[in-house]
């Protein structure tokens, strides 16, 4: 699988846990508890996955920088005969 496909469903996931449990406690205080969940929620998912989901993050985005990378030029390229002659003249 993906790592920024399993890094951003465990990111989800989390804010989903998160949502339901602050709003289950909330919701009987305040009529606007979904907004406070969606922030705490917001908030505590971003700070979990800073500090636990290092690796799979660096995975993905060594996986994005990899597929954003130009792909090498097959040999006998354009490129490569280019720099035959500048050695070649030099």
Not at 49 to 56: C, P, V
Not at 62 to 72: G, I, N, V, W
């Amino acid at each position: 699988m993906r790592a920024w496909i399993l890094y951003s469903a465990v990111r989800v996931g989390l804010f989903a846990v998160l949502f339901a449990v602050v709003y289950a406690l909330t919701a009987q205080l305040w009529s606007f508890a979904w907004a406070v969940a969606a922030v705490v929620a917001a908030l505590l998912a971003f700070c979990i996955s800073y500090i636990f989901f290092g690796r799979l993050r660096a995975r993905a985005l060594t996986e994005l920088a990899a597929s954003r990378r130009p792909r090498e030029a097959p040999a006998g390229s354009d490129e490569n005969a280019e720099d035959t002659v500048i050695d070649r003249d030099a």
